[in-house]
């Protein structure tokens, strides 16, 4: 099993750029979420899915979209790329909403210019 | 507003030392505090967990301590090793399954040979 994988890696990005950050994970969990961590603030939660074509917001909706089309990926979409999201993205994924153990990928880095 | 604070932000410990660090809430609807452990260029990992139905949680050379009227709770590291050098971060979540973490601003821990 690879776990929970992200691309890119790392991503440079103007102001007003749109992007997808890619997120996959094979363990066959149904909670899939997004976070961003920045310094000092440790990670605050954007979106999480309970499963496919189930969504909601987190603590800092603003400026992304996310979509479950299927129970492996949970891509999140910057529309209109802002200095302000310049930051480190993390994808994680549980076996399920009432399961406690979250999977962690290993982040994307983005700086938007 | 952080709702979970956490610090010191830095901590340097002697191998052998125990690492103490300490986290404090303010909304009494958490009841579930887990702590991840997070390496250079690695997604975050959970390492141990309490809810507050006990005062204190301890897995091989970590404990929680967890103080529920002082609504404080901590992580100790005994025998402190230089592979135990990470950034740690303490969380909250009004459901014990963890959902809707409130992440606390983080620590990094040196630990000197």
């Known amino acids: 099993n690879a776990g929970v994988t992200q691309t890119p890696k790392f991503q440079v990005l103007k102001t007003g750029q749109s992007m997808t950050l890619q997120c996959a994970q094979d363990?066959?969990?149904?909670?899939m979420s997004w976070y961003r961590q920045d310094p000092g603030m440790g990670l605050r939660l954007i979106h999480y899915?309970?499963?496919?074509?189930?969504?909601d917001q987190g603590e800092v909706p603003n400026g992304y979209n996310v979509s479950r089309s299927t129970t492996e990926d949970f891509p999140l979409r910057l529309l209109s790329a802002a200095p302000s999201q310049t930051s480190v993205y993390f994808c994680?994924?549980?076996?399920?909403?009432?399961?406690?153990?979250?999977?962690f990928g290993p982040g994307t880095r983005l700086l938007v210019l | 507003q952080q709702q979970v604070k956490q610090s010191p932000q830095s901590l340097i410990v002697q191998k052998g030392g125990i690492s103490i660090i300490n986290c404090a809430y303010e909304?009494?609807?958490?009841?579930?505090f887990p702590w991840y452990q997070q390496f250079p260029g690695k997604g975050p990992a959970l390492l141990i967990a309490?809810?507050?139905?006990?005062s204190e949680k301890k897995e091989g050379r970590f404990t929680i301590s967890f103080n529920k009227s002082a609504k404080q709770f901590s992580l100790h590291i005994m025998d402190s090793q230089p592979g135990d050098s990470a950034t740690y971060f303490c969380?909250?979540?009004?459901?014990?399954?963890?959902?809707?973490?409130?992440f606390g601003g983080g620590t990094r821990l040196m630990v000197k040979p």
């Open positions: 909304n009494t609807a958490f009841d579930y």
């Open positions: 363990m066959n969990h149904e909670y």
């Open positions: 899915s309970v499963g496919a074509g189930i969504t």
């Open positions: 969380a909250a979540s009004p459901n014990n399954a963890g959902n809707m973490l409130t």
């Open positions: 309490i809810r507050p139905d006990v």
């Open positions: 994680a994924s549980k076996r399920s909403y009432v399961q406690e153990t979250q999977y």
